[in-house]
Nanobody, 121 residues
Framework: QVQLVESGGGLVQVGGSLRLSCEAS????????MGWYRQAPGSQREWVAA???????YYVDSVKGRFTISRDNVKSVVYLQMNSLKPEDTAVYYC???????????????WGQGTQVTVSS
């Protein structure tokens, strides 16, 4: 099994920044794509960003230019740098991982427990 543990969430004002981290452990051999989803109250879980082992990155349109996903394969950590935060970014952010590459209809089998991000106006 693969365990994913997120950290770095918190309360931030509009326009501020946060960096989320997600550390993978366990049977991480062969992990290819890692990414982030979020779920706001009363909303469905939304994919935010993904990164393949070759470092190709993908973003939902609403965060392009503001969020940056990166990974450290030595430490088995994926990061989400979030800048220019908006109230609509408020959500629980979940880390996800897969032995497959990110692509259309990505359905990662491994998930973290989530970390709360709250953007206050």
């Amino acid at each position: 099994q693969v365990q994913l543990v997120e950290s770095g969430g918190g309360l931030v004002q509009v326009g501020g920044s946060l960096r989320l981290s997600c550390e993978a452990s366990g049977l991480i051999f062969g992990i290819n794509a890692m990414g982030w989803y979020r779920q706001a109250p009363g909303s469905q879980r939304e994919w935010v960003a993904a990164i393949n082992n070759g470092d190709s990155t993908y973003y939902v349109d609403s965060v392009k230019g503001r969020f940056t996903i990166s990974r450290d394969n030595v430490k088995s950590v994926v990061y989400l740098q979030m800048n220019s935060l908006k109230p609509e970014d408020t959500a629980v952010y979940y880390c996800a991982a897969d032995r497959a590459r990110y692509g259309t209809d990505w359905s990662p089998p491994f998930w973290g427990q989530g970390t709360q991000v709250t953007v206050s106006s």
